[in-house]
Structures are given as structure tokens and as C-alpha cells.
């Protein structure tokens, strides 16, 4: 009996905390619309942390979100038709031909910039220093073919370019600058930092495109060759820079990585509208959380939710 | 005979010829390749200077057919209407009907039934909890075939869920559940109309062909703006890529179905639905089994393609950890994929082998004796279920502590801690390969490179574009007079006007290089597996891993030891076009007529000759079609190789996707469709020849 009792007792206890659970969980303000925002996830490190924080921001506001997983480029189709709604990470240097096809049709808003900045160049592990003296002055380099090179390339170094379809104008600046290198592509970027893992446990040579916020840059040491600055004139103008006859002759363009939503977005959730516009976080916020992830081995969750606790009254404006 | 033996070059035992002109001329075909190919080199040596438009196609000619494609692609998915309603509402209306099914399956096994959406939803009722999945695979099994087959399924799982894989491999089984038998049920019923109909057959299999071979990065935009970017679009594309084989095997199984069978349903007076139903479908079932074994096949090949749409699962997994350069979370989801394969694959061809149950025994029994599995099965489910739960796991902690809730809590997830993972170790199996072997693997590249690959790729891209056309017209002239002769040169007359004949031959390099590989080490296995059955079952379980793998996982170590560029693309497109050489030289070795292997032995045949004189000989044309899918399977792989940076077709595709271009796209789709399509029909050709020459038909 008692045993019985007992079990009836859990029962009713195991009811009532079940109850709990299940209660909705009360919304902090009235909301336009309580279905989910779709915000697109892909498949970098950086970019689940920009979404999770996104995310939580929204959630605390009292907005229903729903993260879906997209191509980063295959995402605009979904942009357009108001599949889904909201695009954290289109990058200056790798998304901005399809985020403009996109922003033309008028289907898609440009929410302005997360604040992260893309930084894209030419990038080569430390110990390439003492073999390429005088670096990261890109003039070094002209003396530097051999040093970067392989049994395929030499005596001209090799430089392992992006995808061509992120194209960086990598053929031109080598004959731009008189730099005895020739350009391969990597058709993905994992595979052009399986080559750099490769080579770093080697300690062999190698001159490749990196870009960050990624998780390459913290994980290895190295750093980005100095080119000339970019500006506009530089890639229209041939008369522009070190060389009188050629455009490209200085480094890549740095931008912005941009917030892309559906145009629908704006009329269906105002208020979740101004609060992605208001969504600002720097480089160092995302390199930190990325290296934690990556390196440390923490779980996204965990790393976004420390980094919300702390940096409270910064997200806390975005939502007010 | 004597004579022949003393002067081999005479040919196919004919009297000597007078004179060589006479000879020549009585074969014209040879006179005429003889011909052909003297004026093509001479041409490719000397043409040069004063035909430069055949060399590089003008600019000026190009036929600007893709922006017509966008602009009616656009067209198609934004205006066209039927009146009532448009064409887009029409596909959406699909996608709804697909989905549907699609949700419950996965709240059964994902998600569990919810009620709202988003972050804001509640979970009424839990999914299945991991130890009722297993349960009810082992008791499926045990209910199909035999104790056996249920310890492999559950084995299977089993892996899934003490690695780590279950959640995401639950999400894929969920798609795959419904993209399979869809995709089966689609194609039986095309496969019937085709088999009713010689009209409908000859529409369909160029469209077939399309199918299997335009790079899924061509179409992705499209079908995702038709049919919504979920899950669901997904399906589609996998259903598109898997159908066309269990087409084409219904259409072969049907026509295969004795007449005798026939006749007999026709006596006993079948209407035409249950001739089809009763009759002809029972009969062809195994047969169809090769089919369904396909689509499945093919179908979890496409699961990483189908995470970059917004199928999530295990082939998120994969492209995650390489990203990250996990090699060792790659290589386990990769093989949680494998293993469901395995298991969907052994599960349906032991269901096409069971006997329709015998019903009407036992009809005053209860129901646990009639039913025993799945009342067991729902038992499990619901106890499971019940103490997963938020409150079965208080209750057990009241009654035991909380290592009971812990327990408890493990019933319905599979606690994180007790799961495996190998990943360090296959890194560190990377990294040791790689410090102490890499500069012996790049000398060897280095001189492949040099010797070979690179010579045959300038020799090939070096060629007049207008000579080769012609010369594949002589082929299909040859083989197929003038329907295949026309085909061969308008559709590869196409490539050139497109513009894209440059990557169309850097294509067929790769293709071709990969396709001599693969056969080389395919076949001799193929054979060696064919006359020993324990030796073939091995390899079978190799080749559809090989093919079930997804190249991804083994993509990234290759690249990391070759370097990226075609070398590594060659590998990844051998280790996964080896698969067809290896099966189709078996099967055909072993359905070669026993009472002809028993001549041969009677004439006193060596174990040699055997082979050669008589199997091979006789296996031949089935040979070939092996050759014709290693063919396929190669330019299905450019997607893949895109990746690594070859820049081929595959890579346009690519390109064309990332700038939002759909009619580039298409156009360099439909380009690797028609080498696949010129290579079939060529050796599709030559295959029937020979098999009339060899009067099995």
C-alpha cells in the first residue's frame, strides 16, 4: 500500500512539474506576430554564434525564431520568396554578387552592417618569416618565389587563391605587381585550410588566401602580406598606383558583412525589424567566441550565453 | 586456318586480299576512318594558322541561349498561370501535400509532436525514445526474414546512437522514409507507362538521362523557389537524382516477365489492372529489388547535398566537421549514413523476398498471439516513452535517488557521456601519414602529373573543335547509321556553341582519366569476386559503402596529401565510379549461361581460357554497360569535384549558382549531360553489335 501511495504521489508530483514545462512561457512584450522569424544557419563556426546571439536577442523580446539550415548562397532563393526571412553573415568579399541580384528585385532589405568587418589577403604562416626575410612588406615577395614554391610551380611560388567564384582579382595583382607567383583556386574553403593544415604540420611552405572573422587566423600563427591599400581607383583606374599600366595593383577590398532580410520582414515584425537593424557587434566579440568554440571546445550555446551575460546593456539597447 | 595463324594482319580470318587497296576498299568503314582520322591530324598539325575559328570557338558566334533560359525561368516560377491559380501555387500545393507526411514522421522520430512553432513550441507528446527505435528494428527484422537481419538492423543503430549520430541520423531517416518509397511509386508508374508504350518510352529516357547527369547545382535554385526552401525541396531533388535508374530497371523487368505468365493471367481473364498488379508486377519483383536497391542507394548519396537546402541531419554533420577539419566527425556521420543505407537496403530486399503472410489462422486467439510484434513494440514504445518523461524521471528519483532519474532521464535520450568518438585519432592517422609520407606521395603525383595527366589534357584541349564533332558523327555513323551519327554531332555541336567546349574537354579529361582508373582496378576485382561467392560478398559491402560514403569525408584527408587540384578530384571520382565496374563485370561474369561454361570445360578448356574465351567473351555487352554507368556515375561526381577547384563543367555550374545566374547554369548542366549522353548511346551501340555478333539475342 505504502509503496502504491508512494507511486501515486510521484505521479501527481511528476503531473504537476509536467504541468510547468508545458505552461507557455510568458512573452516579455505583446509582439506583432507570434509566428517564427526563419533565420538561416549555414555551416561556420562564426556564423552560428552571430545567429544564436541574434536569436536570444529576439527571444528576450518576446519573438518566436526558428533557425533553418541553408546554403549561403542558395539562401537568397528562400530570401525572395519569404521562405525565410532573415540572412545574418553576406559578406562584402563573397556574397555581394548575389546579395545584389537579390536587393534588385526589391524582395530583399538590406538591414546595414553586423559591424563585424571582412578582412580577406594574401596569408602565411609565421615560420614562412625567416625564409622570406622582409616580410609582410608585399615587396619581400619579389624575391620570394622560390621560397613558396612547389614541384609543380617552381621556380614561381604558389599562391592558393579562394573559390573562383569569390573572385579576388589574385591573376591580376600578380601580373599587376611583377610577382613571381602563380595562382591556384580552391573550389571550397575547406579545402583550402585542409591544404593549410597540411602544410603547418609540415612546417612547409605555403602563401594562401585567408580571410576572418574565421577560426584559421586564431588557430595558426601567421599574418596578412601588406599590400598597398585598397580604394576604388585601384581596381578602375590603371594609371592608379605602383603600376602606371595596371589596375589591381594594391590588396583586396575590406567591407562590411551585412544583415539581408526578406522584404516582408519590415511590415510582418517592426519591431523585430529595428531590432536586427540595431544587431552591432565587433571582430574582436566574434573572434574570442569563435576561438572558444573552435579551440576550447565549449558548445555554442554555452560560449553565446556567457557572452550575453556580460555584455548585457549592449544587447539590452538593441531590444528597448 | 593455318594461313591465318602464319599472317595475323590479314584480320578476321579472311582469304589474304590481292592488293591493299582492294582490301581497303571493300570494307568502306574502315576506308572511311582511315580516311577521317588522317585528315583530323592533319589538320590538328598544320590547320593552325588559317583556321583559327576551329580551334577556339569565336566569341563572336556564341549563341546566347542562357540568358533566355533565365529570363524564362523567371518567367515560369513568377508569372506563368493557369488561370485558377499559378504555376508556383500549383508546386506549393505539391510541397504541401509531400510535407505533411513528412512532419509526422519526423515528430515520431525527431522532433516529437509539438504544438505552436519556432522557439516558442511545446512538446506535447516526446518522440520515440531510442531504445523503442531499436526494438522495433530487431523485431522487423526478426519479422521479415530472421533473428539474423534483426541483429544487423539493430547493430546498424545501434552505432547511430552510441556515436553520438542518432539525432541527426533520425532527421535524415525521417526524409529518406519519405523520399524513397515516393521515389519507388514515381518511378513504377513512369516505368509502366514507358513499358505499355514504345512512344513513351523513347520521350522519357533522354529526360532520364537528364536527370541522373546534370549537376544538382544547376536546378537547386529553381526547385527551391518552386517548392519552398525546406525540407521538402530537398526531397524533390533527391527523388530526382534516385528515380531514373528504377525507371529504366522496371521498364527492363517488366518486358523480362515470361510470356508464359502472361498468357496464363490473360486466360484466366486479368483485367488490365490486375494483370499489372497481380501479374506482371509479382513476377518482375526481383527484378524492380536491383531498382529499389538504387534509389536507396542514391538517395542517401544525396543527403549532403540535401543539408545545403535545408535538410539538416547527418549531412550537415559532415560538411560542419569538415569545415572545421574534424576529419574524425566526418568519417562518423559519414558512416551513420553508410550504416542506414545498409540497414534500409537489407531490410527491403528481405521484404521482397517474404511471402505474403498467410492470413485467417488463428482468428479466435487474442490479440498478443496475433500480433505479438507489434504489441511488443507499442509496450516498449509507450513504457519508454513514459519513464523518459519529465515526470517518469522525478518519480524515479524520488523512488531511488537521482542516479535513477539519471537513468531514467537516459531512456528517452541517450546521455552525452556515454557516447564514443574516434575523433582525434583519425587527425592524428592524417598527421602522422602526412609528416612522414608527403614529400614520397607529391614525387609521385609530381610524375603522374608531368608523364601523363597533363600531356593528355593539352592533347585534348589542343584539338579542333569541328574535327572532333565530325569524327564523333563517323562513330555514330558507324555504329548506329545516320539517327546516332546526327545526335552525336548536334549535341556535341552545342557544347562548342555555347561556348563552352574548352571546359567540356578539361571535362572529359577528368571523366576519362577517371573512368581508365576506375576500370582498371573495378574489373580485374569484378572478376576475381565473380566465381567466389565469400569473396563477393565482401566486396559488395565495400562498393556500397564506396558508394554510399559520401566523398566529402574522404575529400578533405585527399586534399590535405594532394593538394587541391584535378588529382585529387581524380581520386574522389575513382573511389566512387569504381562501384558499377566492379558489379556489372560480376554480374555478368555470373549470369553467363552455365551449359556454355559447361562446353568449354567438355573441350578441355584451362581455367584461363575459360575465362577469356568463353566468360568474359559472353559477359561482354554487360561489361560495357558497366562501363557506360561508371561513365555516368564519373560525371555525377563534377559537383563534387567543383569543390576541390578543377575547372570543368562542374565548376561553371558551381560559379553560376554563387552569381545567381540560372541560365549558366543550366546550360553547362545540360553540357555534361550530353557528353553523358553521346557516351551512352556510342556504347549502348556498340554493346548490341556485339551481343548480335555473339547471337545472344
Known sequence: MLRKSRGLMALLGGAALLGVTLAPQPALSEVESNDPIKITRHDWTGQYVTIEIMGEALKAAGYNIEYVQADYIA??????????????????????????????TGKVENLGETGMKAIEEWWYPSYMKEKCPGLPNWEALKACGEAFATSETAPKGRYLGGPVSWEGRDEDRVAALDL???????GTDGALFAELESAYQRKDPIMLWVYAPHWAPVK??????????????????????????????????????????????????????????????????????????????????????????????????WIQ | MAETSINPHVGDGNNAAPSPLDWLIRRPMLLAWTVALGAATFFWLFGQPWAKWAFKY????????????????????????????????????????????????????????????????????????????????????????????????????????????????????????????????????????????????????????LMQTVPVFAYLVPVLIMFGFNAVSAMIATMIYAMPPMVRVTM????????????????????????????????????????????????????????????????????????????????????????????????????????????????NEGILKKYPYTVFCTAVALITGIVGTSWGVSWASWIGGPSWGMYSAAVQDYPEAWTITTGAFWSDIIKHINVNYFDYIDAFKGMLLTNFLVPFKRFLVSLPWIAVVLLLGLAGYTLGRWRLACLCMVLSLFIAVVGLWEKAMITIYLCGISVLVASMIGMPIGIAAAQRDRLWRVVQT???????????????????????????????????????????????????DPQLIEAGIVSGCTPFQLLTKVKLKLAFPEIMLGLNQTIMLSLSMLVITALVGTRDLGQETLIALTRARTGDGIVAGLCVAFIAIIADRLIRAGAERMRTRLGLQ
Not at chain 1, 585598397?230 to 551585412?258: F, H, L, M, Q
Not at chain 1, 522584404?263 to 567566441?289: E, Q, R, S, V, Y
Open chain 1, 75 to 104: 539562401q537568397f532563393a528562400g530570401l525572395k520568396t519569404g521562405d525565410l526571412h532573415l540572412a545574418m553573415e553576406i559578406w562584402e568579399t563573397t556574397g555581394r554578387d548575389a546579395m545584389d541580384e537579390a536587393l534588385a
Open chain 1, 180 to 186: 613571381p607567383f602563380e595562382v591556384v583556386h580552391a
Open chain 1, 220 to 317: 595558426y600563427e601567421g599574418e596578412w602580406v601588406e599590400f598597398p591599400a585598397y580604394t576604388k581607383e585601384c581596381y578602375t583606374d590603371a594609371s592608379w598606383g605602383v603600376n602606371g599600366d595596371a589596375e589591381a595593383d594594391c590588396g583586396k577590398p575590406r567591407g562590411p558583412i551585412w544583415k539581408v532580410a526578406w522584404a516582408g520582414l519590415k511590415d510582418k515584425w517592426p519591431g523585430a525589424h529595428k531590432i536586427i537593424t540595431n544587431f552591432n557587434i565587433t571582430n574582436d566579440d566574434m573572434g574570442g567566441m569563435v576561438a572558444a568554440v573552435d579551440l576550447e571546445g565549449k558548445k555554442v550555446e554555452n560560449v553565446v550565453a556567457d557572452w550575453m551575460e556580460t555584455n548585457k546593456d549592449r544587447w539590452m539597447k
Open chain 2, 58 to 209: 569565336p566569341s563572336a558566334w556564341k549563341w546566347k541561349i542562357s540568358k533566355e533560359i533565365s529570363a524564362g525561368m523567371e518567367w515560369l516560377m513568377n508569372e506563368a498561370t493557369f488561370g485558377l491559380f499559378t504555376f508556383r501555387e500549383l508546386t506549393r500545393a505539391i510541397s504541401w501535400v509531400i510535407e505533411k507526411p513528412y512532419e509526422i514522421v519526423l515528430s515520431l522520430l525527431s522532433t516529437g509532436f509539438l504544438e505552436g512553432q519556432g522557439s516558442q513550441a511545446i512538446q506535447i507528446i516526446p518522440p520515440l525514445s531510442w531504445i523503442a527505435v531499436l526494438t522495433v528494428v530487431v523485431l522487423l527484422g526478426r519479422y521479415v526474414k530472421d533473428w539474423k537481419l534483426g541483429a544487423l538492423l539493430g547493430g546498424c543503430f545501434l552505432y547511430l546512437v552510441v556515436f553520438g549520430q542518432w539525432e541527426s541520423a533520425m532527421v535524415t531517416l525521417s526524409s529518406i522514409m519519405i523520399a524513397v518509397p515516393l521515389g519507388i511509386i514515381a518511378a513504377l508508374f513512369v516505368g509502366l507507362l514507358g513499358y505499355r508504350s514504345v512512344w513513351v518510352e523513347r520521350a522519357i529516357t533522354p529526360v532520364l538521362d
Open chain 2, 252 to 363: 527492363l523487368a517488366l518486358r523480362q516477365v515470361p510470356s508464359e505468365i502472361v498468357d496464363l493471367g490473360t486466360m484466366v481473364g486479368c483485367t488490365r489492372r490486375q494483370m499489372t498488379w497481380k501479374v506482371l508486377i509479382p513476377s518482375a519483383v526481383p527484378t524492380l529489388m536491383i531498382g529499389v536497391n538504387q534509389v536507396i542507394m542514391l538517395s542517401l548519396n544525396m543527403v549532403i547535398i540535401a543539408s545545403m537546402i535545408g535538410a539538416g541531419g547527418l549531412g550537415a554533420d559532415v560538411l560542419a566537421s569538415l569545415r572545421s577539419l574534424n576529419f574524425g566527425g566526418g568519417i562518423e556521420a559519414g558512416f551513420a549514413i553508410v550504416f542506414l543505407a545498409i540497414a534500409l537496403d537489407r531490410l527491403s530486399q528481405a521484404m521482397a523476398e517474404k511471402a505474403p503472410a498467410s492470413h485467417g489462422d488463428g482468428q
Open chain 2, 542 to 592: 565495400i562498393i556500397d559503402t564506396l558508394q554510399t560514403l559520401p566523398s566529402f569525408v574522404y575529400l578533405m584527408p585527399v586534399v590535405m596529401l594532394f593538394r587541391v587540384g584535378e588529382f585529387s578530384a581524380i581520386i574522389a571520382v575513382v573511389a566512387y565510379a569504381v562501384a558499377p565496374a566492379v558489379r556489372y563485370t560480376a554480374h555478368g561474369i555470373r549470369q553467363v
